[in-house]
């Protein structure tokens, strides 16, 4: 059995404080920044915590009435005995992409691990009654883009969730499920071995106490932290009051690429894809549309980290990817390797690598997905 990670430091006190009558992630981050540590919310009185942005008398009072309630004790042993560890979002562990929304979840429940290289992430949500086209789809695209170095991201409902993360299992690659309720529940029941693949190879993830249950109003909080951890979302079969909707909606706000996967016109399951495309969202019929829609990637990983880590990385003028980090799988390796820095024509890569055109042609598409190479005109192609 792999050993859990340590939690963060002072989890406990973190617990007590977002566990607190009132208080959201919004507000929590709100109390921190003005307080500036754990500690001194806990210990700040109610006249200092009315001088924070939306908190009154009578919210104040309800905070400093219940900040001790939370048994933080009880909540961190049961989360040792299901294997379960506990990040906050000031642990370097903590998801950079997730960590750019408005309203981080100021702490994670993990089952599993989290991992440097699933800040290449892409969500892939849609309907719970789905067709055996949206399965195939969701299952085909997960698979792919897992294959080429990305996390696929998923919320474990029935349909459409479960053929992604199946997906991304099947080509042996990291998975994220995000639960709508606490992670000693396992929803729907029947996803329970899904679950543990999940948590084997990639993470189980959830905001809410373990034993929170199931209720229709954890969702679409769900859902905003599904769309935070990736770069982009993908919608398959949805109807037009999908929760996959709200999902879109809000990686639109966190300045996420939207995509949509179109289905028949006379089905009511293609009308919320069809819909966002309508709106403006990327109609992607292939993992190369994915890709142009993304963009490079390592500009996006650019754009959503903090300015000290932008300065960090100038200073040293690290590479923004570590190959080593990569699981290069197949001819992968041998294509990377034979590159340098000047662009080269396919052909001649053909050649260098002794490999047929066909296997070249997709090393060379799932390196430029993982931002590790780069085109030029001509069909020249160098490393970045």
């Not at 050993?3 to 977002?18: C, E, G």
């Not at 950079?96 to 599993?112: E, F, H, N, T």
């Not at 299952?139 to 294959?147: D, G, I, K, Q, V």
């Not at 294509?335 to 070249?360: C, F, N, R």
Request: proline content about 5%; glycine content about 8%.
């Amino acid at each position: 059995m792999a050993q859990v990670p340590d939690n963060s430091k002072d989890i406990a006190l973190w617990l007590k404080l977002i566990r607190a009558d009132e208080v959201g992630p919004v507000t929590f981050g709100r109390l921190l920044a003005r307080f500036g540590s754990i500690d001194r919310v806990l210990g700040a009185s109610v006249h200092e915590m009315t001088k924070v942005e939306g908190i009154g008398f009578k919210t104040a009072e309800r905070i400093a009435a219940s900040r001790d309630k939370f048994d933080a004790s009880e909540e961190l042993e049961l989360a040792n005995k299901l294997g379960v560890w506990l990040v906050h979002i000031k642990d370097p562990r903590y998801p950079a992409m997730l960590k750019q929304i408005y309203d981080p979840p100021p702490v994670l429940y993990v089952k599993g691990t989290l991992a440097r290289e699933d800040t290449l992430s892409v969500a892939i949500v849609g309907s719970r009654r789905c067709s055996l086209y949206g399965q195939e789809q969701a299952s085909r695209f997960a698979h792919l883009l897992a294959a080429a170095g990305f996390t696929i991201v998923s919320g474990m409902a029935r349909g459409i969730d479960t053929a992604a993360h199946s997906g991304a299992l099947a080509a042996q690659s990291r998975t994220i499920a995000v639960q709508g309720c606490g992670l000693s529940h396992v929803f729907p029941p029947e996803n329970a071995k899904l679950f543990d693949l999940i948590s084997d190879s990639g993470a189980c993830i959830c905001e809410l106490p373990l034993r929170a249950e199931p209720l229709a109003e954890h969702f679409p909080p769900r859902n905003r932290i599904i769309a935070g951890l990736s770069l982009g979302t993908i919608v398959i079969e949805a109807s037009l009051r999908s929760g996959a909707l709200i999902t879109a909606k809000t990686a639109l706000e966190s300045n996420r690429e939207v995509m949509a996967i179109p289905g028949k016109i006379d089905s009511p399951l293609s009308q919320g894809a069809h819909s966002l495309i309508k709106q403006g969202a990327r109609l992607v019929e292939s993992v190369e549309d994915v890709m142009e829609a993304l963009g490079y990637v390592g500009d996006q990983l650019k754009d959503h980290t903090t300015t000290a880590a932008k300065e960090a990385t100038e200073k040293v003028e690290a590479p923004l990817f570590d190959t080593t980090k990569f699981n290069l799988r197949g001819h992968e390796k041998t294509i990377y390797e034979t590159l340098g820095k000047e662009p080269v024509h396919i052909d001649e890569i053909i050649a260098d690598a002794d490999l047929p055109a066909g296997a070249v042609n997709a090393a060379v598409m799932s390196l430029r997905l993982k931002g590790l190479i780069q085109q030029f005109p001509g069909n020249l192609f160098a490393k970045r």
